[in-house]
């Protein structure tokens, strides 16, 4: 299990469920889980087609992703939930051809859906470490208006915060953060690394500091089992993260519940 060969997987799981803890923090601050389901399904259109013209999937993860998060943040204001629904359909559709069209065979497809970290390249280091750290840094810069607007976006507005900059600010930053999580839990359970952790953090801590480290934390701890488990048995990576990700909302809530009975 920490073999040199499995070196960087623990490196790159590590650096991505960070970011996917943070990331997933203000996306379950914010209500914005249907388009962090959405953006991943655009990632995967990206690395199918990156497939069947011969370049590296990473370029066609970021691609495709920063595609879908500009459609749905423009259209946060006007049914954006309508707007998500059909990035999504829109982006499942061209997968599905870009996957008829190419001749990958279904082992890479598999990865694509269900991730693959076990088989992470020492050349995928580097660029997953660049972006994450760019990522990181929007976050920061951003952290305390995105706080701002998501408690009170009226006042937030009247004080010259632009939500609109904002919203899309955060989506390309989230669009970034998918395309980094999906190579390595794949695209149909990023879902499950952004939002159940961030999500049992939130139900354990109100503060927005210690909710926003607890939810790198349990994003650590669930990527972490994830790998262990998945060595061992030789399931999906991305199949113990959707469980343990659930598992661990679950016993938020029953320990918010038992601490309200106490209370």
Not at 113 to 140: D, H, K, M, Q
Not at 180 to 193: C, H, K, R
């Amino acid at each position: 299990m920490f073999s040199s060969f499995m070196t960087n997987a623990w490196i790159v799981g590590t650096v991505v469920a960070l970011l996917a803890g943070a990331t997933g923090f203000f996306v379950v601050l914010r209500g914005s889980s249907f388009a962090a389901h959405a953006i991943p399904n655009g990632a995967f259109a990206g690395a199918a087609g990156a497939a069947l013209v011969g370049v590296t999937p990473l370029v066609g993860l970021i691609t495709f992703a920063v595609m879908a998060s500009v459609g749905i943040g423009a259209s946060r204001r006007h049914r954006s939930d309508v707007a998500t629904a059909m990035a999504l359909v829109m982006m499942l559709a061209l997968g599905a051809a870009f996957l008829s069209l190419s001749a990958a065979y279904e082992p890479q497809v598999e990865a694509l859906l269900f991730g693959e970290i076990l088989g992470v390249a020492t050349t995928s280091i580097a660029p997953v470490v660049i972006i994450a750290s760019l990522c990181a840094a929007a976050l920061a810069v951003m952290y305390r208006p995105l706080l701002f607007n998501a408690a009170a976006p009226d006042l937030a507005a009247v004080r010259g915060l632009n939500p609109q900059r904002l919203e899309m600010g955060f989506m390309l930053t989230l669009a970034l953060g998918a395309a980094l999580t999906v190579p390595v839990v794949g695209a149909l359970l990023t879902f499950s690394l952004t939002v159940g952790p961030p999500a049992a953090a939130r139900l354990v801590t109100r503060r927005p500091g210690s909710a926003l480290v607890a939810s790198m934390v349990l994003s650590v701890i669930t990527l972490w089992a994830s790998i262990a488990a998945s060595y061992q048995s030789n399931l999906p990576v991305g199949f113990f993260v959707g469980s343990l990700s659930a598992l661990a909302y679950v016993a938020a809530r029953v320990l918010t519940q038992w601490r309200g009975r106490r209370v």
